[in-house]
């Protein structure tokens, strides 16, 4: 009788497991390389294997009509129109949530709403996709698994099947009166407590539907649920007036309770409306550019239009039409860096120099530069370090760069106060400004260029601790197949940052570059060394937190190993996020591993995650 009711009771615990909530995943849905499965789509943990279930989706051109959202997201025209009480050819105002309702059905182990989407030159990788077309509302990984096209496969016009994130009631939720569950996108002011007063259902439901703790983080373009007792309606919705995710966001420093809801919306429109003002200057200057230019730069700046990140960047698009290259004497160089003094030297080969008052650095080489020269003095990108003249004297080369106040990020890192290197903001950025330079190197030169030796020593910090990669002397093009050719001589590099098939076959791809900034992340993450002393061992760092996050509750180990300088409690989400993106790099693989467009991705959303 005892085992009867044990066994009932277990029985009942096993149920409640069964019925328990859909995990939030937080922010692991934006990542793409994601292994982590709970940030796929809702597992099929329904009472029914289909079921009528409604998406919020904020109206954004080219999204932002009826017949375009029923489009995107395969649902009736009809539909769509009477539930949110207008015509089936109405547009809406930029940011009003347009409800979707959609037939949710349980696919394998998860639960989808079948939609189609045309790949087109503004969405044009899996990333974008994802968290831009359909603001989060699928997920990267889902469309890479629905979808036989590898991330580089997609071209103009592919049709990608789409799986929309959804889920039906749990036996609990509809014993508690939950019919459907809509699936919302989180916006950057969303608190669970303001979704709950708008939707006029409890807090504690909404955390229990997505397994939320109290007060839990929840991110932008991630989805949560919420469970409804009737369907939602138009006069549940608003107009969100939020911000592009990288303009810059100066009342973010400022407690939100200093300012009223209204103020804030002023400075956002405001905001945005200085950033709109700006990118159309500065896209009606790119255009002109380029149509003078004519031809190879076009499709370039075509992609990278989605990609309009800070204007900083956008500057050096217009700026990349040479200037001329000023050619300096020896004389001059020779006076500049008082004959080469030792007073003067920086490091190495490397002098500062004062040219008409202004300091710059030279770099003495012996060998023949000029295919540097010719690669240095084509590129001109915030993040590369700028050639800003050569010399040459009896076979020895000089080559001119802007002067680096902070030195190199070896050394800064080396650096025993906590006031600067103590903040992840900042090591974020010097993270993104490298990953922002490669791409730029990887994806708008032509040919495809690859450095060859990312290490934090040929990272350089300007006042501002904004890097810039330097040391091109082991760039080259790139190549895609494997050649034939034995590189021996030119397997180069530094030892603790070679990817393993560049050393295997000396192989040339921009993504023995990707494992390189791999390990750079782990020395912003660890602040230690590429290679570790361990009794009479060395052991690669890269190794050694590889293996960590292999492990179940890598979490805790990994606390060990983060810089001391940095720890603070809140931060090991950031610190993990930022381990598994560099885990990703350092894939054995190099197909596997990320390009450094997605990179430059995930690393703007932890940045932004990271400012609240
Ligand atoms: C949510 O997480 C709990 C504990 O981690 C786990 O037991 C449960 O199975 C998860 N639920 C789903 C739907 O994945
Ligand atoms: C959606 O739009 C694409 C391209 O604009 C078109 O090819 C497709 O047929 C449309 N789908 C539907 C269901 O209208
Ligand atoms: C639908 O819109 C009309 C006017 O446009 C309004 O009178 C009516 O109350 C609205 N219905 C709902 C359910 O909001
Ligand atoms: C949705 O798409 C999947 C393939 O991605 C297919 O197997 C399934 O039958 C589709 N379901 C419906 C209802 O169209
Ligand atoms: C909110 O929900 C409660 C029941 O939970 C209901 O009595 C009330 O009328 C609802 N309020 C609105 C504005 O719909």
Not at 327 to 337: D, G, N, P, Q, R
Request: charged residues 20%; positive net charge; aromatic residues 10%.
């Amino acid at each position: 009788m005892y085992h009867f009711l044990f066994c009932l009771f277990l029985l009942n615990l096993f149920n409640v497991c069964i019925n328990a909530q859909q995990n939030y995943s937080g922010n692991s849905a934006l990542d793409c390389g994601n292994i982590d499965e709970s940030a796929f789509l809702y597992t099929c943990n329904g009472q029914r294997p289909h079921c009528q279930a409604f998406l919020i989706y904020k109206a954004e051109p080219p999204f932002n009509s009826v017949p375009s959202i029923s489009n995107l997201t395969s649902s009736s025209q009809a539909a769509v129109a009477s539930i949110n009480n207008v015509t089936e050819d109405a547009t809406f105002p930029t940011g009003k949530e347009v409800i979707v309702p959609v037939t949710c059905f349980c696919l394998g182990r998860y639960y989808q709403a079948n939609a189609t989407f045309h790949v087109s030159s503004t969405y044009g990788i899996y990333y974008t996709i994802a968290t831009e077309a359909y603001q989060g509302l699928t997920t990267c990984s889902s469309l890479k698994r629905a979808n036989p096209q590898s991330e580089y496969g997609l071209v103009l016009g592919t049709e990608l099947k789409v799986p929309l994130r959804c889920a039906c009631p749990t036996r609990d939720q509809t014993e508690s009166e939950t019919k459907y569950l809509l699936t919302y996108s989180v916006n950057k002011e969303d608190t669970v407590a303001g979704i709950s007063d708008r939707f006029n259902v409890s807090q504690k439901s909404i955390n229990g539907a997505n397994g939320l703790e109290e007060k839990q983080t929840i991110f932008p373009s991630t989805t949560i649920l919420i469970p409804l007792p009737t369907a939602p309606s138009s006069s549940q919705t608003i107009i969100q007036k939020d911000q592009p995710l990288d303009s810059p966001q100066p009342f973010q420093k400022h407690p939100k309770s200093h300012r009223s809801k209204r103020k804030l919306y002023e400075e956002i429109g405001i905001a945005a409306a200085c950033f709109v003002l700006v990118l159309i200057i500065i896209l009606f200057f790119t255009f002109m550019f380029n149509k003078r230019k004519d031809g190879v730069l076009q499709s370039d700046s075509e992609r990278n239009k989605n990609h309009v990140l800070p204007a900083a960047e956008l500057r050096i698009e217009i700026a990349r039409f040479d200037q001329g290259l000023r050619v300096f004497t020896f004389k001059e160089i020779k006076k500049a860096t008082r004959n080469f003094s030792s007073k003067n030297r920086i490091s190495g080969s490397v002098y500062s120099g004062g040219f008409r008052g202004k300091i710059l650095a030279v770099k003495r080489m012996r060998r023949d530069v000029s295919n540097q020269i010719h690669l240095l003095k084509n590129i001109n990108h915030f993040n590369l370090i700028k050639l800003q003249g050569v010399c040459e004297n009896d076979g020895v080369f000089y080559l001119v760069f802007k002067y680096m106040k902070k030195g190199s990020l070896r050394d800064w890192l080396r650096n025993e106060s906590t006031d600067e290197t103590g903040s992840w903001m900042r090591r974020i950025q010097i993270a993104l400004d490298v990953a922002n330079g490669l791409y730029y190197l990887h994806s708008f030169t032509k040919p495809a260029y690859v450095h060859g030796d990312i290490k934090s020593s040929n990272v350089l910090l300007n006042s501002g601790l904004r890097a810039k990669i330097a040391n091109f002397s082991l760039a080259r093009a790139a190549v895609n197949e494997k050649s034939s050719v034995v590189f021996t001589s030119w397997v180069s590099g530094t030892r603790g940052y070679l990817a393993p098939e560049f050393v295997e076959t000396g192989q040339v791809t921009s993504k023995i570059d990707v494992f390189a900034f791999g390990v750079v992340l782990l020395e912003l993450i660890t602040g230690k060394y590429t290679i570790i002393a361990q009794g009479r061992r060395e052991i690669l760092l890269s190794e050694i937190i590889v293996s960590i996050m292999e492990k179940d509750g890598a979490e805790a180990e990994l606390n060990s190993f983060i810089d001391p300088r940095l720890k603070c409690d809140k931060w090991t989400e950031i610190a993990l996020r930022m381990a598994q993106l560099s885990v990703s790099c350092l894939t054995e693989e190099p197909t596997k591993r990320p390009s450094m467009e997605e990179v430059v991705s995930v690393l703007s959303k932890i940045r932004v995650d990271c400012k609240y």
